[in-house]
């Protein structure tokens, strides 16, 4: 308990399952419908077991229970009962999945995820001096906000900042280098996991209250797999603004007080 208590003691919401933004709500919606639906059909399914069992058991060797062919009542009720209920199922799964899956209509900003070995680099684009704003194992996010996030994996002799030609992103031209391991990004209080793979841009949409939460690395890429954590920090707009966006050299100090939770 200790060890679960030192290694999350700073960051809220480690849970596997948060409410920690609009896209988890979705995921937490469609995982507790899955459950209680598993519940009840469960409960049923063993009560009828337990039932048959008790009421038609075998009593004494002579017992020869009714013989019988088909009931046409029954076999229509258990083919239409399960059909329904998983029909019903994979529909809810399916109306949410965009939601989760798809970057949102209207959302302006983009952050590029590099999977490296062993850490992560979040980039927000080029400051108007041209250098890369770059935060390097926490995530900061404007509240309530959709974000696009373009998840690419690099290593060495690969560039983490190869130069970004009119038309690419830097996350196609990290792609394009085609360096590295796959890893995957996975902040599971706000219901978003992607993997990383060399070679490939993934896209994922990402929504935060304000709050920190806890991220980690979920494919094995080495020995340094279990040290690849990193933090997601949602900012009031303002302040992520001037903690980001606010040094014209485009480096971010994370422990300037704009960048602070409760800063100002
Ligand atoms: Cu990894």
Redesign the pocket.
């Known amino acids: 308990m200790n060890l679960l208590a030192q290694s999350t003691c700073c960051v809220n919401n480690a849970g596997a399952f948060g409410d920690g933004g609009t896209i988890s709500d979705r995921a937490l919606g469609v995982y507790t419908a899955v459950f209680w639906a598993s519940v009840v059909l469960g409960v049923i399914v063993t009560g009828l077991l337990l039932y048959a069992f008790v009421k038609f058991r075998r009593r004494s060797d002579a017992d020869d229970p009714p013989q019988f062919h088909g009931n046409t009542r029954l076999e229509i009720a258990w083919t239409l009962v399960p059909l329904a209920t998983f029909l019903s199922l994979f529909g809810l799964t399916a109306a949410n999945m965009p939601f989760i899956n798809n970057i949102h209509t209207g959302t302006q900003y983009t952050v590029t995820v590099i999977?490296q070995?062993?850490s992560w680099t979040f980039d927000y684009g080029a400051s108007s001096s041209g250098a890369r704003v770059r935060s390097f194992g926490t995530l900061f996010l404007p509240e309530n906000t959709d974000v696009a996030l373009n998840i690419v994996s690099t290593d060495p002799p690969c560039k983490v900042s190869p130069s970004v030609s009119s038309g690419s992103t830097l996350a196609q031209e990290i792609a394009t280098e085609g360096c590295g391991v796959n890893?995957?990004f996975f902040a599971p209080a706000l219901g978003q996991q992607m993997n990383a793979i060399p070679g490939d841009v993934n896209t994922a949409p990402i929504e935060a209250r304000q709050g920190t939460y806890y991220g980690q690395?979920t494919?094995l890429?080495g020995v340094g797999?279990a040290t690849?954590t990193f933090d997601v920090i949602a900012l009031p707009m303002n302040q992520f603004q001037s903690c980001v966006f606010g040094n014209p050299s485009g480096s971010i100090d994370p422990t300037s007080k704009s960048c602070t939770l409760g800063g100002s």
């Open positions: 999977g070995q062993f890893h995957s690395c494919e890429c797999h690849m």
